[in-house]
């Protein structure tokens, strides 16, 4: 589970690819600290599994699926991403329940300023649109941000110069593809209340509703 919290942008040194697959080797810092073979690590928001570590460098395997779901697929050698550890079970939850599964993409149709906020405009489909929600939480790149603004198929985020400078955002530009993890806790809601109730069952919209869901 990550947090959505940024430790360190970090570039692709290579691509190496594959029929359906990929292998990414990433230079990095902060987050080769402590970091063994088996951990996870997100990048740009998708969790991916530490094969190999060199010197200043760590590599991952990505699968067909990611590769077809994720922005992953258009990474080369020199490209920055957003990176971040795990987080340990000691850690500081600073951000939101990010899972580093990748619900889809988006693209970045229009960055305006706004005194000292930064504000960005994604386009993206109707399943990520129903899970977006003004004022809730959203991951883009992996970076846990609030959701500023709700339209029929598009949605606004404003993050502060802090952000922007400590993350991949400060390269994006109109017509960028950024990844989107929708809140889980809305999945979970949805799942709940169009289950199939056995006879038995006390879980119904009319319960959920009634104890605060």
């Known amino acids: 589970?990550?947090?959505?919290?940024?430790?360190?942008?970090?570039?692709?040194?290579?691509?190496?690819?594959?029929i359906n697959s990929a292998v990414l080797t990433v230079s990095a810092d902060i987050v080769?600290?402590?970091?063994?073979?088996?951990?996870?690590?997100?990048?740009?928001?998708?969790?991916?599994?530490?094969?190999?570590?060199?010197?200043?460098?760590?590599?991952a395997d990505v699968m067909h699926e990611t590769l077809d779901r994720s922005s992953l697929s258009y990474l080369a050698a020199?490209?920055?991403?957003?990176?971040?550890?795990?987080?340990?079970?000691?850690?500081?939850?600073?951000?939101?329940?990010?899972?580093?599964?990748?619900?889809?993409?988006?693209?970045?149709?229009?960055?305006?300023?706004?005194?000292?906020?930064?504000?960005?405009k994604i386009s993206?489909?109707?399943?990520i649109m129903k899970y977006i929600v003004?004022?809730?939480?959203?991951?883009?790149?992996?970076?846990?941000?609030?959701v500023a603004a709700v339209g029929n198929d598009s949605f606004s985020i404003s993050a502060i110069p802090h952000t922007v400078a400590q993350t991949v955002l400060n390269r994006k530009k109109k017509g960028d593809i950024v990844n989107i993890e929708n809140d889980i806790i809305g999945k979970y809601v949805e799942k709940l209340l169009n289950f199939k109730e056995e006879k038995n069952s006390r879980i119904s919209r009319q319960f959920l509703l009634e104890n605060g869901f």
Not at 42 to 49: D, E, F, I, Q, R
Not at 80 to 105: K, P, Q, Y
């Open 1 to 18: 589970m990550f947090t959505g919290i940024i430790e360190e942008t970090g570039t692709v040194k290579s691509v190496a690819r594959g």
């Open 78 to 120: 020199g490209s920055s991403v957003n990176l971040e550890r795990a987080m340990a079970a000691e850690g500081r939850f600073g951000g939101h329940i990010v899972s580093g599964h990748i619900d889809g993409t988006g693209v970045i149709t229009d960055i305006s300023r706004d005194d000292n906020a930064v504000w960005y």
């Open 32 to 59: 080769l600290n402590g970091t063994k073979i088996g951990d996870s690590i997100a990048v740009n928001g998708v969790c991916l599994t530490v094969t190999k570590l060199g010197n200043g460098s760590f590599g």
């Open 124 to 127: 993206a489909d109707k399943k």
């Open 134 to 146: 003004e004022k809730g939480s959203v991951a883009l790149d992996g970076i846990s941000l609030t």
